[in-house]
């Protein structure tokens, strides 16, 4: 029996899909500036992945090659930040959440490194960026709660210095391979204090709380590598 008339508001179905066209048309905007971010990210890792078979001597070449391809990513992150910003932030943030994740991974790296120069104009090599030292690398703002824009949350932070300390671990043993046993011990005290951090949080997100249980075997390797340093009698001497 067909509906009686006046029951169902006139232009109803023509209104849902003009705004089901205009969430596609972000949609698709987004997704090609992601796939580009995408690429700019994988050349970050390619250049930050030589820092596993470069000594400390020769680091700061190696970093300041890594400011070209992270300028480029924090161009585009613009962008995205501009067409996102069409739309709620919620809505749309999971297209982009996990290339945030490794940006920002990759951003500490480079910082922990020797890459980051802050407001005193300090470089130092094992030093952690906060969050908000990373938002304004990257120029957007960090956490927001009272407004429903494009942000750096807590979460992928956290998720990105998860992803930093299982690049600690490997680097760890990469430096006893070159003869560099100072960073192994520089390393096995950032990733202990990164652990009781973690420790210290109530995490209610799944996926982040199940990540930073691996944490504490990652502190595991590091301490193993130290014990085999102090067996073949090659951590540095304290002074």
């Keep these: 029996m067909a509906a009686p008339s006046g029951?169902?508001?006139?232009?109803?179905?023509?209104?849902?899909?003009?705004?089901?066209?205009?969430?596609?048309?972000?949609?698709?905007?987004?997704?090609?500036?992601?796939?580009?971010?995408?690429?700019?990210?994988?050349?970050?890792?390619?250049?930050?992945?030589?820092?596993?078979?470069?000594?400390?001597?020769?680091?700061?070449?190696?970093l300041k090659?890594?400011?070209?391809?992270?300028?480029?990513?924090?161009?585009?992150?613009?962008?995205?930040?501009?067409?996102?910003?069409?739309?709620?932030?919620?809505k749309f943030n999971g297209m982009w959440s996990r290339q945030m994740q490794d940006l920002v991974f990759q951003i500490l790296f480079w910082g922990w490194l020797g890459g980051y120069e802050n407001g005193g104009g300090e470089v130092k090599s094992g030093r952690l960026m906060n969050i908000e030292e990373v938002g304004e690398y990257l120029k957007v703002p960090v956490n927001l709660k009272d407004e429903d824009k494009f942000h750096l949350a807590i979460e992928e932070y956290l998720h990105a210095l998860i992803s930093l300390v299982e690049e600690l671990a490997r680097l760890a043993r990469n430096s006893v391979t070159m003869g560099e046993y100072?960073?192994?011990?520089?390393?096995?005290?950032?990733?202990?204090?990164?652990?009781?951090?973690?420790?210290?949080?109530?995490?209610?997100?799944?996926?982040?709380?199940?990540?930073?249980?691996?944490?504490?075997?990652?502190?595991?390797?590091?301490?193993?590598?130290?014990?085999d340093l102090s067996l073949r009698d090659l951590l540095p001497k304290k002074e």
């Excluded at 995490?203 to 014990?227: A, G, M, P, Q, W």
């Design 182 to 227: 100072e960073r192994p011990v520089l390393i096995n005290q950032f990733v202990k204090d990164v652990l009781a951090g973690f420790q210290i949080l109530n995490l209610k997100n799944d996926s982040l709380r199940r990540r930073s249980d691996s944490l504490k075997y990652k502190v595991k390797d590091v301490e193993d590598i130290i014990y």
């Design 65 to 90: 090659s890594a400011e070209e391809p992270l300028g480029k990513a924090v161009e585009t992150v613009g962008k995205l930040a501009e067409v996102a910003s069409k739309a709620p932030y919620y």
């Design 7 to 62: 029951l169902i508001a006139h232009g109803l179905f023509e209104d849902l899909q003009a705004r089901t066209d205009e969430d596609t048309a972000i949609r698709d905007g987004l997704r090609d500036i992601i796939q580009t971010w995408e690429k700019q990210n994988r050349s970050i890792t390619y250049v930050l992945s030589r820092g596993h078979g470069t000594p400390i001597a020769k680091l700061s070449e190696l």
